[in-house]
């Protein structure tokens, strides 16, 4: 893993400042500590800091051809690398190193713009063909490496993290917008970012610039097709493709580990891991002094079951709670309180490996996340009564924050009353539009929009013919790129160690698209499908123990040091720009008083806070 930075003139003849791109690179060394490397050519810089995980020897960045015609910078891993050389090694190209790096350069040669979509990995890089003046660009298919870009004086900017382009001399402005989304989201969704004129590449897409222009292109996008195949067939597919998967992310030259939580998708990775190595392997897990966030129990459980040993961290509030690291790390506004354990986990795995295996991308791929089940009920309700019938139920619920979630049926009867993305959107966010308007002050709502705006366009933007796929291709664009991998990926970055996600390989995914939807969900259960697939692998305990994942007592915090910190930051001018402070410390008086449970919007407002005293413009 590493971190990438560059400027590319519109003109060639352009001088482009060395210096400045020399400190763009300089802000990603903890994405690189092992190296930097810095190629000024006519009208353009190309900066590299590198995590050495392949070909340790001779896989210096930035890297050129023989002839010195294309430069590659590149940060990530391409899994079938190896496949990729043989193809080319007979269409006459000669490699001078082992590494992935240089299979791009030769792909770029002989296939161009198609060279992404050949492509099985993470990834996100800039070729540079010097003879054309043109630049080449890709993001890997699921957004797992960041690729953030701007225009500016007249040039092509980018970087692996915002923090990079920060040192350009540009004006930076805020996006009433895109703070509304991140108070909505917990993210700011791809394309945009919290800054005027900076964007992200979204997964699966490309970058050409040629001529003054900047043009990107999707180049995949899963398709759903559910066949006619036997359940045996689906499973032992999935389970081959799963094995697969796991066996191609163990390439390197460096110690790798899984990590293991008490729940069924790192359990399968790391039981895959085994088989693939044919002995036992270390995992590493973190347990919290709260019981009830511990997941340390299931995680032994699994560990023993495949013959893993375990290597456990226990941390308490107060380590919890130290979060230097965090507005450092998170360099947009991001409110996803399991970054703290991620990162806690990851700093553990680094101290003993380079690379860690992690069970990302199950939910997503196999019905595991229970607002799937929920959406496909209400679908299939939804023209049960006419809409206004909903919308009166709606309204008469009560609310009844204290009552058990299950009686909580509020917001599944207004949804009901709502056309399926708008439904959607409303299950996934964590605040609504008419919450998030009524902490911003008024001056900013002719400016907001619908908060939800990115996930309604990405749910009604799916061709797919069932709710759950068209919610599983929403979070495939909002909230897999913009909270869970950006989530693993600074997390992980800030202690300089590479995750790898078996179960977003796109070869995995694509299989798990072709099976019937509602095998995902038989019984009334999640990720039932893949549960019954890995029967003959996975003890039986791990296979119904309840879901947990990684969690901080939020909620506890807000009624004590977090809420001190809330109520210490609602004096701040920069906040009070963006949020009204009044209505803050009412939600913070209800929280603490036991009327509803803010903490998530409290927590929201912290981060906020922080990200303005650190990166707002």
Known sequence: MCGISGIFAFSQEAQVDGALVARMTATLIHRGPDGEGLRRGAGYALGHRRLSIVDVAAGTQPMSTADERLWVTFNGEIYNHEELRAQLEQRGAVFRTRSDTEVLLHGYREWGTKLASRLRGMFAFVIVDEARHELYGARDRLGKKPFYWCEYDESFVFGSELKALREVPRTWRLRADAIAQFLALRYVPDPNTVFEGVHKLPPAHQVIVRDGRVNTERYWRLEFAPDGRSRVDHQEEVLARLDEAVSMRLMGEVPLAPFLSSGVDSYAVVDSMTRTLGRPVEACTIGFSDPRFDEREGARASAAACGASLREEVLDADQLLDLDWFTETYDEPFSDSSAIPTYHVSRLARRHVTVALS???????????????????????????????????????????????????????????????????????????????????????????????????????????????????????????????????????????????????????????????????????????????????????????????????????????????????????????????????????????????????????????????????
């Not at 949804?415 to 902490?439: F, K």
Request: with cysteine.
């Open 359 to 617: 069970g990302d991308g199950g939910d997503e791929g196999f019905g595991g996340y229970r607002r799937y089940m929920f959406d496909a009920r209400e679908n299939s309700m939804r023209g049960v009564l006419p809409t206004s019938a909903w919308s009166t139920l709606g309204a008469i619920y009560p609310k009844a924050d204290w009552l058990p979630r299950y009686l909580r049926a509020k917001r599944t009867l207004q949804n009901l009353s709502r056309d399926p993305a708008e439904a959607y959107a409303r299950s996934v966010s964590a605040h609504l539009p008419e919450e998030v308007l009524g902490v911003m002050p008024r001056e900013l709502h002719d400016d907001i929009g619908d908060p939800h705006g990115p996930v309604l366009r990405a749910y009604r933007g799916s061709e797919a013919a069932q709710p759950l796929h068209r919610a599983v291709a929403a979070d495939l664009e909002t909230w897999l790129a913009g909270d869970i991998l950006v989530k693993a990926d600074r997390a992980s970055m800030a202690v300089s160690l590479e995750i790898r996600a078996p179960f977003l390989d796109h070869h995995l995914l694509e299989a798990a698209a072709t099976i019937p939807p509602a095998w995902h969900f038989a019984g009334g259960t999640t990720k039932a499908f893949l549960r019954e697939a890995l029967a003959t692998r996975l003890a039986p305990s791990a296979l119904s123990r309840a879901k947990m994942g990684f969690s901080v007592p939020l909620r506890a915090w807000c009624e004590g040091p977090v809420g001190d910190a809330v109520e210490a930051v609602l004096s701040e001018r920069r906040l009070c720009e963006w949020v009204d402070p009044e209505q803050i410390r009412t939600l913070l008086r209800r929280h603490r008083r036991g009327v509803g449970d803010h903490a998530e919007m409290l927590w929201a407002v912290l981060v906020l806070a922080r990200f303005l005293d650190r990166w707002g413009a």
